[in-house]
Structures are given as C-alpha cells and as structure tokens.
C-alpha cells in the first residue's frame, strides 16, 4: 500500500495563497496524481489533477485560473499552489494517486490523511 503525505495547509485569509505538497515514498511510481477536497457536511469533490509522464494537468471550473498543480520529480512530489482563495475553498484537501486519469473519486488508489485549509472572511 502506497502511503502519501500530504503538508502545507493551514488558514488565510480571502486573497491569500496557499502552497500543499503530496509526497510519495521513493521510487513509487504512480501514473495519476491529484487534489481531492471535502467541505463539511459534502462529498469529496474533484480539484485539481496530474498525469505524472507529461505533466499534464486538469483543473475544476471552480479552481481553475486561481489554483495550479505541478511536479516535482527530484523529491517525488505534486504541488498545489492556491491563490485568491475563497471561503468557499475551505476543506479538507486530500491528496490521490492512481492508475487512470479520470476526475471519479472511486477510481483512485492510494490517498493521503488529508490537510486542512481554511479561508476566513
């Protein structure tokens, strides 16, 4: 069982920025890589993913423009980089990793504790 690890959340303000990082152990070579995030009292919702081979990314429309994922292939990590957060952004942002690039919840192998990111109005 691959364990990930995410860091980085915390509280901010509306405007702020955030950075998370999901780390995987090394030589763990996992094809998806992504950010989930459940608000209270929600499902876990899609956020932002990435296809570890090329870099390509997608983003949900309610992300996208504010939010970027990227890779890190020295240290075997994704980052979140979030900006002009919302206080709709607060959550629980969980990192995935998995075998197909899909945005199903389901359909990912391996998750992380979950961080938390709060946004105060």
């Known amino acids: 069982q691959v364990q990930l690890v995410e860091s980085g959340g915390g509280l901010t303000q509306v405007g702020g920025s955030l950075r998370l990082t999901c780390t995987a152990p090394?030589?763990?070579?996992?094809?998806?890589r992504g950010w989930f995030r459940q608000a209270p009292g929600k499902v876990r919702e899609f956020v932002s993913i990435l296809r570890w081979s090329d870099g390509y990314t997608e983003h949900a429309e309610s992300v996208r423009g504010r939010f970027s994922i990227s890779r890190d292939i020295v240290n075997n990590a994704v980052h979140l980089q979030m900006n002009d957060l919302k206080p709709e952004d607060t959550a629980v942002y969980y990192c995935a990793g998995g075998g197909k690039f899909s945005r199903m919840v389901d359909l990912y192998d391996y998750w992380g504790r979950g961080t938390q990111v709060t946004v105060s109005s």
């Open positions: 090394e030589n763990t070579n996992i094809y998806v």
